[in-house]
Each structure stands twice: as C-alpha cells, then as structure tokens.
C-alpha cells in the first residue's frame, strides 16, 4: 500500500506508527522520506514499546539513509535532548499543547512549548552542550555499561 501511495504522490512522505527495525526497513524500500516512530501515545496498545527504545536499532537497519522521528512519550526537555542524542533528526509532541490549549487556550499551548523549550535549553547548557549537533549518544546513561566517560573523567562501576 506505502508504494502504491508513493507512486501516485510526489510531495513528502513520511510513515507514522513505526515500532519494529525491519517495518522501517520496508518503508525505507518502498521510497518514503522519512519515518516517525510512534505508539501513538499508548492510546492503541499500551504494552507497546516506547519508541525511545527502539531508535538506535530502526537507525542501524536504515543506516541513517531517511530522516527517523521520534513521537510519544515526549513529556520533557530532557526526553528531547535524549531522542535528538540517540540520533532522532527531530522530535514530535502532542500532549503538551493539548494540556494546554485545555487549561487556557492558545496562550495556555504557547506556554506549554515555551515549558519544553526552557527544559531543552536548561538541559542543553547543563549537558555542555552548545548546539543540538553536539549531542551524542555518549552522553546517554545505559544500566549495566560498565564504563562511564565524559567531563574529562572515567568511571567504571558494576554492571
């Protein structure tokens, strides 16, 4: 269906609902853009993995040939400073300016994205990080790794 689509459009295409590496492989080879990985914010299924934790490996199966987005679960500045680490090309929210369009209308969504944008900045400054291109997945904390760098020191603690 993706490559019937993508023959009859011209414009864009980018292919929401993505969980599984070898799903965004098919997208891949049927010529969309891009892709979003999303659980919909849980709504369908909410045992669903979190997109979060499958980005590295949909990344590795699309050898970072189209642009992979990342939605749901995004709460925080820290989340988009961790998705845009672990190589998303961008970050997608929902919630945050539903909540606030709820609580006061367009100013109340205005203020929930200027909310994420401080935490992203606050975040950014505190990671030494200047730019979004100086984001790494080094600076991400993975349990069980053994070894820590960063700051100009190394710490090697149990796994």
């Known amino acids: 269906m993706i490559s019937k689509m993508r023959r ?6 980018l292919v929401k609902g993505i969980l599984h ?8 080879k049927a010529g969309v853009d891009g892709i979003v990985l999303s ?6 299924m909410d045992c669903s993995v979190a997109p ?3 980005l590295e490996q949909v990344l590795d199966r699309t050898s970072g040939k ?7 679960g995004v709460r925080r500045g820290t ?5 845009l680490a672990l190589g998303a090309r961008a970050v997608m929210v929902g919630r945050a300016p539903v909540y606030g369009v709820a609580a006061g209308g367009k100013e109340g969504a ?5 909310l994420l944008k401080s935490e992203f900045d606050r975040t950014m400054t505190q990671l030494g990080c200047p730019s979004v291109a100086e984001l790494s997945s080094d600076l991400i904390f ?13 710490w090697s603690g149990a796994a």
Do not use: C, T
Not at 21 to 28: C, T
Not at 39 to 44: D, I, K, L, M, T
Not at 79 to 83: N, S, T
């Open 110 to 114: 205005l203020r929930a994205l200027s």
């Open 79 to 83: 989340h988009i400073a961790k998705a």
């Open 66 to 72: 189209m642009p992979v987005l990342l939605d749901s």
């Open 52 to 54: 979060i934790q499958v």
């Open 21 to 28: 590496p070898e799903d965004a492989v098919l997208a891949q």
């Open 39 to 44: 659980n919909h914010g849980g709504r369908g």
């Open 142 to 154: 993975r349990p069980g790794r053994r070894e820590v760098e960063g700051a100009g020191f190394k």
């Open 8 to 13: 009859a459009w011209d414009g864009p295409v």
